[in-house]
């Protein structure tokens, strides 16, 4: 991402790294979960509450950094 643009780009690098590594493993892990659970409806219904609240998650940080 380009720290020009990034909404965390106001705090210390080494805690927007943190920030943006754990965003890094939870998109990763929010879709993992996703794609290999696409058949089962039970389970793709979990995915999708999971990216959900990932993206709320994403928004909640981004607007926090902004103040």
Known sequence: MDDRKNPLQDIPLSTAHMLMQL????????????????????ITSIAHILILGAVFTTLIVFQTARK
């Open 23 to 42: 965003l890094a493993w939870m998109w990763s892990a929010v879709f993992s979960i996703a794609i290999g659970s696409y058949f089962a409806f039970g």
